[in-house]
């Protein structure tokens, strides 16, 4: 028996029965390999057994389908509304905002121009009514918003603090900061205006995240390389400022935006941070 080469085994067994291949090939183990190897062979030639499967092609990577902006535009709503880990907070501060903004509407305040009193009857923070037993006025004037455009501008501010904050330092603290820095912004505002006011919006909140954001990048709980650092601090002392700055003119409660930042920065920030890990 000669199966020194494939071509030599192959004339060798072209010769031999059936029946000696079949032994062979169902006892090929007690053989070298090569002869197990040509018998199988020679029984596919002759058509006794089948031919083993050629191997698929691999199917060429197919392109993702692109995504349409109806889908966009249905992803960007569910991750603004829907409370979804590890967006909660943000998301449902937003939902409580925009419902009360729509309830408002729905009993026929103006969508765009309330009047002084429906915003009272709503919550807002009138010195006059907070500071002679309805101190609960410091917290709902947080979420009462005196038309479509400041509520807009508020709503966007938060959802677009709150990516970077609320994946970072949980919901909870996200929370007790926004709270904390709403009241005091909603206090400096009664302190301040001594001879009055009538006081909406979440901006004074917002400006606590602000701080709360200082204070996280400030003390490099929040984890980034030099460059990164310094870009994100640029960005939030701008936005800081261009708001304070612009609080200036129009009717535009910049004492409450104060009272936020400092509650962000003195307070709630450091009281965050000490319930923090390194790797923030």
């Known amino acids: 028996m000669d199966v020194s080469t494939p071509e030599a085994a192959a004339a060798y067994f072209a010769g031999r029965p059936d029946a000696e291949l079949?032994?062979?090939?169902?006892?090929?183990?007690?053989?070298?390999?090569?002869?197990?190897a040509a018998a199988v062979a020679e029984l596919q030639r002759r058509e006794l057994v089948p031919a083993a499967p050629t191997p698929?092609?691999?199917?060429?990577?197919?392109?993702?389908?692109?995504?349409?902006?109806?889908?966009?535009?249905?992803?960007?709503?569910?991750?603004?509304?829907?409370?979804?880990?590890?967006?909660?907070?943000?998301?449902?501060?937003?939902?409580?905002?925009?419902l009360v903004?729509?309830?408002?509407?729905?009993?026929?305040?103006?969508?765009?121009?309330?009047?002084?009193?429906?915003?009272?009857?709503?919550?807002?923070?009138?010195?006059?009514?907070?500071?002679?037993?309805?101190?609960?006025?410091?917290?709902?004037?947080?979420?009462?918003?005196?038309?479509?455009?400041?509520?807009?501008?508020?709503?966007?501010?938060?959802?677009?603090?709150?990516?970077?904050?609320?994946?970072?330092?949980g919901a909870w603290r996200l929370l007790a900061v926004y709270l904390a820095s709403g009241i005091a912004a909603s206090l400096a505002t009664v302190w301040y205006h001594s001879g009055g006011i009538n006081s909406t919006g979440a901006s004074g909140a917002i400006f606590g995240l602000y701080g709360f954001m200082?204070?996280?990048?400030?003390?490099?709980?929040?984890?980034?390389?030099?460059s990164d650092r310094r870009a994100m601090l640029g960005l939030v002392l701008y936005l800081v400022l261009s708001n304070l700055l612009s609080g200036l003119t129009g009717n535009i409660d910049n004492i409450a935006h104060v009272g936020g930042l400092l509650m962000g920065l003195l307070v709630a920030g450091p009281l965050a941070v000490f319930t923090m890990k390194r790797e923030v």
């Open 101 to 169: 903004w729509v309830a408002m509407v729905l009993s026929g305040v103006s969508a765009t121009t309330p009047t002084g009193h429906e915003l009272a009857s709503w919550g807002s923070n009138v010195s006059t009514l907070t500071l002679h037993g309805q101190p609960w006025r410091l917290v709902t004037s947080l979420f009462v918003h005196g038309g479509l455009t400041h509520l807009l501008l508020n709503m966007i501010s938060l959802w677009l603090l709150g990516l970077m904050l609320e994946q970072r330092v």
């Open 214 to 226: 200082l204070v996280l990048l400030l003390s490099k709980k929040m984890v980034l390389d030099k």
């Open 56 to 98: 698929a092609a691999p199917a060429p990577p197919q392109a993702a389908p692109s995504e349409t902006w109806g889908q966009l535009l249905r992803q960007l709503g569910k991750g603004l509304f829907w409370p979804s880990p590890p967006y909660v907070a943000v998301p449902l501060l937003i939902d409580l905002t925009v």
């Open 22 to 36: 079949l032994y062979l090939a169902q006892h090929a183990s007690h053989y070298p390999p090569a002869v197990g």
